[in-house]
């Protein structure tokens, strides 16, 4: 049995024409469409939430070091002099780590990621902002 219904459609129009409609409903909460295309939209967009309530929590914390120049009071990079092994000098920028935590998905919650990103299309909303629904 195929995957989608084939809507009178070419697959990869078929495909834009409801990844379109799945980012809408997920982003607006409703849309108006027909029968045939709701029902394969909603068979799409019920996988997604029912793969997204399963994954939501299923991620750690991590703390991650993070190296980034240091700046002077201008806004400049500062920069230290340096002997090379054969006595030459040269600049380098003077690096300072800092470290501070994050979620990192477990594999199962990436993979579900994966999933969305493949649906869903990053849209606009009323003042022109890039919406991401992932």
């Given amino acids: 049995m195929p995957a989608q219904r084939k809507l009178g ?6 495909l834009s024409m409801l990844r379109g409609m799945v980012t809408d409903l997920v982003v607006h909460g409703r849309i108006e469409t027909t029968e045939a295309r709701a029902l394969e939209v909603k068979k799409i967009a019920e996988k997604l939430v029912t793969i997204a309530a399963k994954e939501k929590d299923n991620f750690e914390p991590r703390e991650v070091l993070k190296s980034s120049a240091k700046l002077d009071s201008k806004g400049r ?13 040269y600049d380098a920028v003077d690096r300072e780590t800092k470290s501070s935590m994050v ?8 993979a579900a990621r994966r999933q969305a990103i493949r649906w869903l299309n990053k849209s606009h909303d009323a003042e022109g902002k890039v919406v991401n629904p992932v």
Avoid: E
Wanted: charged share 35%; net charge positive.
């Fill in 103 to 110: 979620q990192v998905d477990f594999p199962s919650r990436l």
């Fill in 9 to 14: 459609r070419a697959t990869n129009i078929r």
């Fill in 77 to 89: 990079k500062v920069l230290v002099s340096k002997k090379s092994k054969n006595g030459a000098r």
